[in-house]
């Protein structure tokens, strides 16, 4: 079964950088949260804990199989446990950007900027930028990944219990592995 695919796909700004862009049916204050809290962020990505101080390290908790119940099939069968990651926080300026490290908390770390701005009362325009991605198969995976991911937050954002996020992802993959150089 072939999965359409709700969301435009990111665009590969060049050699090593993604950009997704997304309108989220929530205004920035509450969007702001699903990034910072922890027990918000865990139901579209990862729990684990926070900081607000910038060159803080703090911890993402990865639990997908808690994202909408789907189980990872064989191939991801690594996620089906816990996934730890640290990072830090580089820059932060509530409640607009957010830009931390992503895969470790060292300098040769990838780099994620999460910028956020008002659509009307009710909507916030978010643009995922993920930097300093070392191929095209992490790029690949990446896109994929936060392409599932924001599926995960924009159903939650409505209150809707999120639809296979393991399903979601290899759609989005597919669809990726045309459109990434």
Request: charged residues 25%; without cysteine.
């Amino acid at each position: 079964m072939t999965m359409t695919l709700k969301h435009d796909l990111g665009t590969q700004t060049e050699p090593g950088t993604l950009r997704i862009e997304r309108t989220l049916p929530a205004p920035v204050e509450r969007v702001w949260t699903y990034l910072v809290d922890p027990e918000k962020r865990r139901t579209w990505l990862a729990g684990g804990t926070m900081t607000q101080a910038p060159g803080a390290v703090f911890e993402l908790r990865f639990q997908h199989t808690e994202l909408s119940g789907e189980v990872a099939p064989e191939r991801f069968a690594a996620y089906r446990q816990t996934h730890v990651q640290n990072s830090r926080v580089l820059r932060i300026e509530a409640p607009t950007l957010l830009v931390i490290s992503w895969g470790n908390e060292h300098d040769d770390a990838s780099e994620v900027t999460f910028e956020l701005s008002p659509q009307g009362e009710h909507a916030t325009h978010l643009v995922l930028t993920h930097r300093r991605l070392p191929d095209r198969k992490e790029t690949l995976s990446v896109a994929s990944g936060w392409h599932a991911h924001l599926g995960v937050l924009d159903e939650v954002l409505q209150g809707r219990q999120p639809q296979g996020f393991w399903t979601l992802l290899e759609a989005a993959e597919a669809a990726y592995a045309t459109h990434i150089r």
